[in-house]
């Protein structure tokens, strides 16, 4: 793995996820009571030992940029190890970035300077495990051009596409039409580096129509080269076989996201102790339950609670706290996320809702148990998830 370059492009900026989007990118997004949804392609590389990392992005970058810096300072670049954060080198209207493709165009260079042999490219907006280094032995055994990781399993797949494959595991067809194929591309590709440079020079305007630079690579190349599918999820690498992979493509899958966590059995295994998910932990005190100003217990039911959390006397049930948070006397938070420094008044009732950091949220306050008043006052998904964004209260 210290001859392999890791390309992870943290463009996105979903319209679909705003307001949670509106000062952070998908891949910056807060997940799991601590995690940035980037921490697990990070990690995935951190446990793979891949330690050279590109990260490209354009717009609304200071979350992330500010995370790898405080989380991800790990790194020693005096035995050739990094993780660089590459901006567009020009100023670039956000209309003229609607691809990867896009955004490396301008920093060919930092491949063609490269010495590694291969090259892998990521996509920090997905929320999944996977060992890579068994992903890149599995190309080498294989003896292809290229190799994409696919899955058969997965839970929203709106932007990517879908695979066909024949019985010698080579890709033979990439479409946007789910019908008529039962594998989906993760958007993770590995090839030889010289290969990549070659296909990034010859067929810009091709790759500059696809939003993933794997899918574009790939779908440029049918024909031409042998492509290999990796199948996610199954017996090779150190990974638990949890199966997990998601994009997040609406309010309503980030907030299922968050919510698989706290099933009995959670659907992604963030507790394997050989794969821990590294991220940034701010300094805080341990979280807390006492009782309120009348005697009244905080109750803590079937939740994630992040540091620095104080329940007075109030009830958390099947909810995500971040950190900092405080929940006061006879307040009800249910089926909920609440993001870091969140004060939840005494006797508010909080239903199915995602409260965005900041928020100070009035005495006997009710939210997500009145949509119609509520779509008067934030944005409601189609699921009916309430969603207040950062500071209103």
């Known amino acids: ?95 003229l970035v609607k691809s990867d493709y896009d955004l490396i165009q301008q ?17 920090g907006s997905h929320i999944y495990r996977m060992d890579y280094a068994a992903m890149l032995q599995a190309h080498m055994d294989s003896g292809a051009d290229m190799t994409l990781a696919c899955t058969d399993s997965y839970l929203t797949a709106q932007n990517n596409y879908f695979v066909s494959i024949d019985s010698r595991d080579q890709i033979t067809g990439l479409s946007t039409n789910a019908s008529r194929h039962k594998f989906v591309s993760m958007g993770i590709l590995i090839c030889n580096r010289f290969l990549l440079i070659e296909k990034l020079k010859q067929l810009t305007e091709s ?70 998910i590294r991220t940034y932990q701010p300094q805080t005190p341990p979280a807390r339950t006492i009782p309120g100003e009348y005697g009244t217990e905080g109750i803590f039911i079937n939740s994630i609670c992040a540091g620095g959390t104080v329940i007075e006397g109030g009830s958390v049930q099947h909810s995500i706290l971040y950190p900092n948070v405080y929940v006061g006397d006879d307040a009800f938070v249910e089926q909920s996320i609440v993001f870091e420094q969140v004060k939840i008044g005494s006797g508010a009732r909080i ?20 949509l119609k008043r509520d779509r008067e006052r934030f944005q409601v998904s189609e699921k009916g998830l309430v969603v207040v964004p950062s500071e209103y209260y």
């Open 351 to 370: 239903k199915g809702c995602i409260i965005e950091k900041g928020n100070n949220i009035p005495r006997d306050e009710e939210i997500g148990h009145d």
């Open 1 to 95: 793995m210290k001859h392999c370059l890791a390309l992870l492009f943290a463009r996105d900026q979903n319209p679909a996820l705003s307001p949670l989007t509106d000062d952070r990118i998908t891949a910056a997004m807060p997940y799991a009571g601590k995690y940035r949804v980037v921490d697990f392609a990070l990690s995935n590389c951190l446990h793979s030992g891949i330690r050279n990392i590109l990260v490209f992005t354009h717009q609304k970058y200071y979350s992330l940029q500010k995370h790898l810096r405080d989380g991800w300072s790990i790194f020693n670049p005096e035995l050739g190890e990094y993780i660089t954060v590459v901006p567009p080198q020009l100023v670039v209207s956000p209309e």
């Open 107 to 123: 920093q060919l260079y930092l491949l063609e300077r490269n010495s590694a042999q291969y090259v892998i490219i990521l996509n």
């Open 207 to 276: 790759l500059s129509k696809f939003p993933s630079l794997a899918d574009a690579v790939v779908s440029t190349s049918l024909g031409t080269a042998s492509i290999h599918a990796y199948p996610f999820g199954g017996a090779a690498g150190r990974v638990t076989q949890d199966h997990y992979w998601t994009t997040l493509d609406s309010l309503d899958t980030y907030y299922q996201a968050n919510m698989d966590l706290l099933n009995s059995q959670p659907s992604i295994d963030i507790y394997q102790p050989n794969w821990q």
